[in-house]
Every structure is written in structure tokens, then in C-alpha cells.
Nanobody, 124 residues
């Protein structure tokens, strides 16, 4: 059983930065594929970034070059550094964990393990 707790959301002006954190409980974090998703009002949840157990990363086109996902296995934590934020980034951000046994796989959106979400608001 994995429990995920996100933190780091808040209100930021356009062009600003935030770093989100997602702390995982339990053992085996180093084998989990981890992802960050977001859901804006009236829209479907979408993948923002993901990282495999081996450290490979993937990003949505809309955030490439501005967002960075990383993980610290010693702290059981995955991060999302968000720079040059735009108003359209306003959403609730969720992390997920996938204890996949497939080597270097990205997390499945159907995994059972999700955090409660953290609100990010980009506004002047």
C-alpha cells in the first residue's frame, strides 16, 4: 500500500516558479514509476510529467523546457519544478505512483495510487 502526499502549491504570478513535492510512504519507492498530472476546472486530468524508476523522463508538450520532474529515492519523494508559469497552468496537481515491474516504464494513469492534490493558481 502506497500513500502519497503532495505539497508546495499556492498562488504565483505569471512568470513565477513553484516546486511541488510528493512524499510517498512505505517501502519500494525506488522501483515506482511516478507521475504528475493536473486537472483544471471543467477539463480532464492530463499528464504533466513522469519519471521511471531508472530516471527517464517525459513531459507534456505544453511544459517542455519549463518544468522539470526529479526524484530522490532516499527521501521517497518526487518533485516538479515549475518555471515561467503561465495562467493556463492553474489547476489541481496530483502525483501518482505505479509499482510496475516493467523496467523503465512510465506510470499508468489507471494506477490505484494517487495523492490528494495541491492547488496551483497562476494569476496577477
Amino acid at each position: 500500500q502506497v500513500q502519497l502526499v503532495e505539497s508546495g502549491g499556492g498562488l504565483v504570478q505569471p512568470g513565477g516558479s513553484l516546486r511541488l513535492s510528493c512524499a510517498a510512504s512505505g517501502s519500494g519507492f525506488n522501483i515506482y514509476a511516478m507521475g504528475w498530472y493536473r486537472q483544471a476546472p471543467g477539463k480532464q486530468r492530463e499528464l504533466v510529467a513522469a519519471i521511471t524508476s531508472g530516471g527517464s523522463t517525459t513531459y507534456a508538450d505544453s511544459v517542455k523546457g519549463r518544468f522539470t520532474i526529479s526524484r530522490d529515492n532516499a527521501k521517497n519523494t518526487v518533485y516538479l519544478q515549475m518555471n515561467s508559469l503561465k495562467p493556463e497552468a492553474t489547476a489541481v496537481y496530483y502525483c501518482n505512483a505505479d509499482p510496475t515491474t516493467v523496467v523503465d516504464a512510465y506510470p499508468s494513469p489507471t494506477t490505484d495510487y494517487w495523492g490528494q492534490g495541491t492547488q496551483v493558481t497562476v494569476s496577477s
